[in-house]
């Protein structure tokens, strides 16, 4: 069985900054596309961002700039860094991972940006 444990989160005042990190264990053999994706109240859950196992990155147009993902392959953990967030950012954040050619998602994070 695998599990994806996400970490971080919180409240922060705009322009503020959060980190997030979500740790893929359990039986793997390997670890493809990982990825964040949001859910604000009342809306589809989007992507955020992507990055493959080789590095190669994808932002949503709404973050560019203002998020930053990366890996940790040894870690088998993936992380967003997030600055300047804009209370548009608020949301539920899901951490997302292509294992062992199965989809996994973490248990959700909330993120509030106070204006």
């Known amino acids: 069985q695998v599990q994806l444990v996400v970490a971080g989160g919180g409240l922060v005042q705009a322009g503020g900054s959060l980190r997030l990190s979500c740790a893929a264990s359990?039986?793997?053999?390997?670890?493809?596309?990982m990825g964040w994706f949001r859910q604000a109240p009342g809306t589809q859950r989007e992507l955020v961002a992507t990055i493959t196992s080789g590095g190669s990155t994808n932002y949503a147009d709404s973050v560019k700039g203002r998020f930053t993902i990366s890996r940790d392959n040894a870690k088998n953990t993936v992380y967003l860094q997030m600055n300047s967030l804009k209370p548009e950012d608020t949301a539920v954040y899901y951490c997302?991972?292509?294992?062992?050619?199965?989809?996994?998602w973490g248990q959700g994070t909330q993120v509030t940006v106070s204006s």
């Open positions: 997302n991972a292509g294992v062992n050619s199965l989809t996994y």
């Open positions: 359990g039986r793997i053999f390997s670890i493809n596309r």
